[in-house]
């Protein structure tokens, strides 16, 4: 089958992972008989560098046009370190996310057996870690009216959830979940804010609907220290946007590195997929970051096109790497060994295109090795 790709590099580590998650999408375009056409296209603080405009009207229409976005990270130390830039790499993707109306964004996090030894926290806490979070990603405060005041002393960011904005993503949620262990904890901040009491009364009510399912509420104070304390006790994480971006990279700890995490942003016509982490500025060029999240997102976004078959061949090619130890420096394994970003993105397209024999190459260049390769 014949899809287009959209592929947004972005700043930072961007490049770096995506090129990973393309020569995994090559390899199982190679072995499946696909044809994937890869059309690139910039945002974030290079294309603020090239055109002015986080987000070029080319990068719009590109994604617009394309079966699926394969997104990499955005973000650069020049804005972040100027908080008075009106222009910012992170306006970009905030409003690709808005015109495209990718309003659910999950994030599945889960413990792997062979990383366990690499979290802080410990095995009989994480181990069977299982969460689907749901984070609502088109609203909130990160779309409310900002203001700062004449003289710069006061600063102001709304925040406001309609209804139907809260409904369209419970709906997935309750379906995921009735696919799933068959509950769903709603995070919010009810004894507080005005959107959080709007969120409990229409999930609330949607919830009926599923009957099968169990609904339960947290804080998200409470939601943030449970998530280290008794992550097993969440199955779907239902969340509105700005406390689903906290949470998710609170939980990659249970992963053992952010450089696992993976997401897919659904909307009604469009679906992009990128890792959950930012642009990693401190890595860029050093080939070292992780590229299993995007390596990972790759295969969510071959889910989203129906190709499962080819979805599960990254994905245990990913768990392979795993087993093997093949793997960058965050999660290094006992014996201090750490592969580089590209030689784990062409051990897993190795794998891919040929399966069992690719362990023996890379066994080999494993032996003995302490360094990065
Ligand atoms: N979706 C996006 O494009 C996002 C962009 N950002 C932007 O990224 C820039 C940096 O933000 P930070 O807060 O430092 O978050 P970050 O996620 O880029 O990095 C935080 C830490 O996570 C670890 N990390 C991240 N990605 C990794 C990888 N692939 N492999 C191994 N370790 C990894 C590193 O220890 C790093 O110091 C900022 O400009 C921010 O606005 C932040 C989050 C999401
Ligand atoms: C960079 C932000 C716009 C978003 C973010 O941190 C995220 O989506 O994880
Ligand atoms: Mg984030």
Redesign the pocket.
């Given at each position: 089958m014949k899809f287009t790709i959209a592929v947004i590099p972005?700043d930072?580590?961007g490049p770096e992972?995506t090129n990973q998650a393309k020569k995994a999408l090559n390899a199982v375009a190679d072995t499946y008989n696909h044809v994937f056409l890869y059309k690139e296209a910039q945002m974030g603080a290079c294309a603020i560098d090239e055109t002015g405009n986080p987000l070029p009207e080319e990068t719009l229409n590109i994604c617009k046009k394309s079966d699926a976005i394969l997104f990499g990270?955005?973000?650069?130390?020049k804005?972040?370190n100027n908080p008075t830039a009106t222009v910012r790499?992170?306006q970009g993707?905030l409003r690709l996310r808005k015109e495209l109306g990718l309003y659910c964004n999950v994030r599945p996090v889960k413990a792997y057996d062979q990383l366990i030894a690499n979290s802080p926290l410990k095995e009989e806490i994480i181990k069977g870690t299982d969460i689907a979070i749901f984070r609502e990603l088109t609203g909130g405060i990160y779309f409310g009216i900002k203001e700062l005041s004449d003289d710069k002393q006061v600063a102001f960011d709304g925040c406001s959830y309609s209804v139907e904005e809260i409904s369209r993503i419970t709906h997935l949620a309750f379906q995921a979940a009735q696919n799933r262990r068959k509950k769903v904890t709603l995070v919010d901040k009810a004894n507080v804010l005005e959107t959080s009491r709007l969120w409990r009364k229409t999930v609330t009510e949607i919830a009926k609907k599923y009957k099968d399912v169990s609904l339960e509420f947290l804080f998200v104070d409470n939601a943030a220290m449970q998530m280290i304390l008794n992550p097993k006790q969440f199955d779907v994480i239902l969340t509105e946007n700005l406390f689903g971006d906290i949470i998710s990279d609170e939980a990659s700890v249970i992963g053992g590195?952010?450089?696992l995490l993976a997401s897919s942003s659904i909307g009604d016509k469009s679906a992009l997929f990128?890792?959950?982490?930012?642009?990693?500025?401190?890595?860029k060029g050093k080939d070292v970051?992780?590229?299993l999240?995007s390596i990972l997102s790759a295969a969510m976004l071959l889910e989203h096109l129906g190709l499962h078959e080819e979805a599960e061949a990254i994905e245990r090619a990913v768990e392979k790497s795993l087993v093997l130890g093949i793997t960058?420096e965050?999660i290094k394994n006992k014996s201090n060994f750490s592969a580089s970003t590209s030689k784990v993105g062409d051990f897993i397209a190795d794998y891919i295109s040929n399966q069992e024999d690719s362990n023996l190459n890379f066994m080999n260049i494993h032996a003995g090795q302490s360094t990065i390769i």
């Amino acid at each position: 089958m014949k899809f287009t790709i959209a592929v947004i590099p972005g700043d930072g580590i961007g490049p770096e992972v995506t090129n990973q998650a393309k020569k995994a999408l090559n390899a199982v375009a190679d072995t499946y008989n696909h044809v994937f056409l890869y059309k690139e296209a910039q945002m974030g603080a290079c294309a603020i560098d090239e055109t002015g405009n986080p987000l070029p009207e080319e990068t719009l229409n590109i994604c617009k046009k394309s079966d699926a976005i394969l997104f990499g990270a955005i973000g650069d130390p020049k804005y972040d370190n100027n908080p008075t830039a009106t222009v910012r790499p992170e306006q970009g993707l905030l409003r690709l996310r808005k015109e495209l109306g990718l309003y659910c964004n999950v994030r599945p996090v889960k413990a792997y057996d062979q990383l366990i030894a690499n979290s802080p926290l410990k095995e009989e806490i994480i181990k069977g870690t299982d969460i689907a979070i749901f984070r609502e990603l088109t609203g909130g405060i990160y779309f409310g009216i900002k203001e700062l005041s004449d003289d710069k002393q006061v600063a102001f960011d709304g925040c406001s959830y309609s209804v139907e904005e809260i409904s369209r993503i419970t709906h997935l949620a309750f379906q995921a979940a009735q696919n799933r262990r068959k509950k769903v904890t709603l995070v919010d901040k009810a004894n507080v804010l005005e959107t959080s009491r709007l969120w409990r009364k229409t999930v609330t009510e949607i919830a009926k609907k599923y009957k099968d399912v169990s609904l339960e509420f947290l804080f998200v104070d409470n939601a943030a220290m449970q998530m280290i304390l008794n992550p097993k006790q969440f199955d779907v994480i239902l969340t509105e946007n700005l406390f689903g971006d906290i949470i998710s990279d609170e939980a990659s700890v249970i992963g053992g590195s952010i450089g696992l995490l993976a997401s897919s942003s659904i909307g009604d016509k469009s679906a992009l997929f990128e890792p959950i982490h930012g642009s990693f500025p401190q890595a860029k060029g050093k080939d070292v970051a992780n590229p299993l999240a995007s390596i990972l997102s790759a295969a969510m976004l071959l889910e989203h096109l129906g190709l499962h078959e080819e979805a599960e061949a990254i994905e245990r090619a990913v768990e392979k790497s795993l087993v093997l130890g093949i793997t960058t420096e965050d999660i290094k394994n006992k014996s201090n060994f750490s592969a580089s970003t590209s030689k784990v993105g062409d051990f897993i397209a190795d794998y891919i295109s040929n399966q069992e024999d690719s362990n023996l190459n890379f066994m080999n260049i494993h032996a003995g090795q302490s360094t990065i390769i």
